[in-house]
């Protein structure tokens, strides 16, 4: 695909791709202020890549020959519809190569592969002071969800309560 003056192309990660997956959701956690948080390893990506049944997918953006974005997801199921629905747990283009396209393109990839899935919905995460992909959220015609709070168990209180 060219958009503007940037060359690039989409492909399915697969988990010889690890390394590639890995660097970038690091990029991201800096971007986001979370890297200390960050503890995959190659190892986790490149299991959760594969098998029959992988517990993530994931599409790289490549441009001069390396990965410069990344989109990740995984499938949910929605009781109400009675189907499955996307869930983008990570979406991160490289700062030098925004606005480029790279962006959109991954998203029109995420719609078309919720639409051949039969998702009715694609959802995701965003901070709340990230006002950039915001921005870029709403016009890709997005809306934030209002009435919900996201809720969840770690580390100690999971322990606890699976004791």
Not at 3 to 24: K, N
Not at 63 to 71: D, E, K, M, S, T
Not at 122 to 148: C, K, T
């Amino acid at each position: 695909m060219a958009i503007g003056t940037e060359t690039f192309t989409l492909r399915p990660a697969a988990p010889a791709d690890a390394a590639a997956v890995l660097r970038l959701v690091r990029a991201l956690a800096e971007y986001e202020r979370l890297a200390d948080q960050v503890t995959a390893t190659e190892d986790h990506f490149a299991r959760a890549l594969a098998g029959p049944t992988p517990r993530a997918h994931a599409v790289l953006a490549e441009a001069g020959g390396r990965a410069v974005g990344l989109a990740l997801w995984y499938y949910t199921f929605s009781t109400f519809a009675g189907g499955p629905d996307l869930f983008l747990e990570d979406l991160f283009v490289e700062p030098a190569h925004r606005g480029t396209g790279i962006g959109v393109a991954l998203f029109r990839h995420l719609a078309r592969t919720a639409r051949d899935e039969g998702c009715r919905r694609m959802e995701w995460r965003v901070l709340n002071w990230n006002q950039p992909s915001i921005d870029f959220y709403h016009r890709l015609g997005a809306r934030p969800m209002r009435d919900w709070t996201v809720m969840r168990l770690e580390r100690d209180a999971l322990a606890a309560l699976a004791a």
